[in-house]
């Protein structure tokens, strides 16, 4: 199985950025669905988008659509999310994770591995 870990999150003023880091170890994520989630304090997680084994990605959230670019690179085995135009809204605990397969027919529910998440905070 895959294990994963987060890591770039921080604090930053609003309209600032920040780049997340998701490594994976135990196994290549080649083949796997890799996504991005977040959960804000007392609100649901939010699913953000995935991104397919190939690097195409599929937005779950149109708040992030223009602001955050989703990318992986299977030889690093890292997934990566550049956030850019930060918002206090933003502010979450940002995870990662993954399901074997590709993504054609992963839904949100699907994703069996996840990080521990890192905190990413936005101040107005």
């Known amino acids: 199985q895959v294990q994963l870990m987060e890591s770039g999150g921080g604090s930053v003023q609003a309209g600032g950025s920040l780049r997340l880091s998701c490594a994976a170890s135990?196994?290549?994520?080649?083949?796997?669905?890799m996504a991005w989630f977040r959960q804000a304090p007392e609100k649901e997680r939010e699913a953000l988008a995935m991104?397919?084994?190939?690097?195409?990605?599929?937005y779950y959230a149109d708040s992030v659509k223009g602001r955050f670019t989703f990318s992986r690179d299977n030889a690093k085995n890292t997934l990566y999310l550049q956030m850019n135009s930060l918002k206090p809204e933003d502010t979450a605990m940002y995870y990662c994770a993954a399901v074997l397969g590709d993504c054609y027919y992963t839904g949100e529910h699907d994703y069996r591995y996840w990080g521990q998440g890192t905190q990413v905070t936005v101040s107005s």
């Open positions: 991104v397919y084994t190939g690097g195409g990605v599929a």
């Open positions: 135990g196994h290549s994520i080649s083949s796997y669905c």
